[in-house]
T-cell receptor, first 114, second 110 residues
Framework: EAQVTQNPRYLITVTGKKLTVTCSQNMNHEYMSWYRQDPGLGLRQIYYSMNVEVTDKGDVPEGYKVSRKEKRNFPLILESPSPNQTSLYFC?????????????FGNGTRLTVT | QKEVEQNSGPLSVPEGAIASLNCTYSDRGSQSFFWYRQYSGKSPELIMFIYSNGDKEDGRFTAQLNKASQYVSLLIRDSQPSDSATYLCAVIRVGNMLTFGGGTRLMVKP
């Protein structure tokens, strides 16, 4: 089954404790992206990647890191999480950079930072 | 001003009516426009995209684009309770940046 898999689904952590949210897709997609979703603000792009070893900042990259060492994986790293990073996070992938093919989203990761 | 704006709703329509969802965008150079549907607790899924001025129909859904006025709308005919969800407008801005609006919550009442 074609899918984007995120883990974990739920995560509660404390300020300053490094964490990684994993994302993997099995569709051989070149484009992958991370979004956060907050009430009233919609989906805001954190980082995106056009291909292996190519990553770029989105609209809200501060406090986040990503890497794209393999085509299928695109982990999101929070080196020192803060409470304002409490949010619902989605990973997404697409067959091409022009968005002509739809974004496939993972099931989301709800992160709480206390 | 937000890049992509939507009324957060909720928009309430009776079953069988036409639901009209609107979205405005600020970047006049935007080229591609998408509507995603998101059920509560689920991830978004693409329902329509439109690139050219005018209407595009797909089943009960019609997307309308007016680049001169910088708005895009989604009409849902014969609304069903299963259409109750949040609808997200997304726009590709200059620089190939995909930006989402805040979403409109639609409630279809039986």
């Amino acid at each position: 089954e074609a899918q984007v898999t995120q883990n974990p689904r739920y995560l509660i952590t404390v300020t300053g404790k490094k964490l990684t949210v994993t994302c993997s897709q099995n569709m051989n997609h070149e484009y992958m992206s991370w979004y956060r979703q907050d009430p009233g603000l919609g989906l805001r792009q954190i980082y995106y990647s056009m291909n292996v070893e190519v990553t770029d900042k989105g609209d809200v990259p501060e406090g986040y890191k990503v890497s794209r060492k393999e085509k299928r994986n695109f982990p999101l790293i929070l080196e020192s999480p803060s409470p304002n990073q409490t949010s619902l996070y989605f990973c997404a992938s697409s067959g091409n950079r022009d968005y002509n093919s739809p974004l496939h989203f993972g099931n989301g990761t709800r992160l709480t930072v206390t | 001003q937000k890049e992509v704006e939507q009324n957060s709703g909720p928009l309430s329509v009776p079953e069988g009516a036409i639901a009209s969802l609107n979205c405005t965008y600020s970047d006049r150079g935007s080229q591609s426009f998408f509507w995603y549907r998101q059920y509560s607790g689920k991830s978004p899924e693409l329902i329509m995209f439109i690139y050219s001025n005018g209407d595009k129909e797909d089943g009960r859904f019609t997307a309308q684009l007016n680049k001169a006025s910088q708005y895009v709308s989604l009409l849902i005919r014969d609304s069903q309770p299963s259409d109750s969800a949040t609808y997200l407008c997304a726009v590709i801005r200059v620089g190939n940046m995909l930006t989402f609006g805040g979403g409109t919550r639609l409630m279809v009442k039986p």
